[in-house]
């Protein structure tokens, strides 16, 4: 990334990003990018992402930037996290949501079997958080007028994907947050917007079931083909800058033209292929999946 050019887009502004872990993670990749345009930013995390993730590695590559520890599940935490960062910072022009989590797809538990205590908890961590984390950094006057706040989604909010589970209602909450607050915001000229991201193997993605196979739907469903998360870091920082301060309440997608597909030439040969050889198509179960006959 070092020979990349930078256009000094956020040059005198300040941030914080919520959630990076380690190399892989789009977080990671926004604070770095976000540091090499010109901010001076800080980074929050749960204090296991210290033993497990690389955070210290990432504070160091954004010039030490500071490290807050933050359950941004928890009210007292994200009060005193942005009191600290008042303290270490000052108010802020950015804030960056990139968290996420969800145990029931990490045990492989089916949709309609959820276990209901781990659906709250992915709402809260994965969507509400979002509500804590604006909700507070305007409490403690912690983010300056024309702010920008951005958190990742994916398109399974407004669609279905099988094994994204309990995760797809949380960026389904994650987005109406987005909305509620964005008039609210508005009379203070900050914005508040959400990136629908390509699959991206990232911890967090890399641990849904299938996910291989939906990256590689997605890459070939996708004209431009999926987005990297340093791609996405770069997007994000256009949403970060002063170049989108008319732009909010929106989710925006960053998913090689996914989102506007019906179907590529490579995805209808595909599909040709499979109806058309029936040990194939038993071999991927494709029966099982057939609408019922109607009687």
């Known amino acids: 990334m070092s020979d990349k050019t930078h256009y000094g887009l956020l040059k005198g502004k300040k941030g914080i ?60 935490d994200v009060d005193a996290c942005f009191r600290e960062l008042k303290e270490t910072l000052g108010a802020v022009d950015f804030i960056v949501h990139s968290i996420g989590m969800s145990q029931n797809i990490r045990k492989q538990l089916p ?42 989604s994916y398109i399974a909010s407004q669609r279905n994907y099988w094994t994204y589970s309990d995760m797809g209602d949380a960026k389904s909450l994650l987005e109406s947050i987005v909305r509620s607050f964005g008039p609210r915001l508005a009379q203070r000229g900050i914005r508040i917007n959400t990136i629908s991201q390509s699959p991206t193997y990232t ?36 949403l970060l800058s002063d170049l989108s ?29 499979v109806l058309n050889d029936s040990e194939l198509a038993a071999k991927v179960g494709l029966d099982d999946f057939k609408p019922s006959a109607e009687a």
């Open 17 to 76: 990003v919520f959630g990076p872990l380690d190399e892989s993670s789009i977080g990671w990749q926004i604070a770095l990018h976000a540091h090499r345009e010109g901010a001076e930013i800080a980074i929050s995390n749960v204090a296991t992402a210290l033993r497990f993730g690389n955070v210290e590695e990432l504070a160091a590559l954004c010039g030490n930037a500071p490290i807050i520890v933050c359950d941004a599940s928890k009210n007292e």
């Open 111 to 152: 949709y309609e079997d959820l276990n209901y205590e781990w659906f709250m908890r992915t709402l809260d961590v994965s969507g509400l958080s979002l509500h804590r984390l604006v909700a507070y950094a305007l409490k403690n006057e912690a983010i300056k007028d024309a702010g920008s706040i951005v958190a990742l």
């Open 203 to 238: 911890k967090a993605g890399s641990g849904i079931p299938g996910f291989d196979k939906m990256y590689e739907y997605s890459d070939l469903m996708s004209p431009l083909g999926n987005a990297s998360a340093e791609e996405c870091a770069e997007y994000t920082m256009t």
């Open 245 to 273: 301060r008319k732009v909010t309440m929106q989710n925006l997608f960053h998913d090689g033209g996914y989102s506007s597909m019906g179907a590529t030439i490579p995805m209808i040969k595909l599909a040709h292929e």
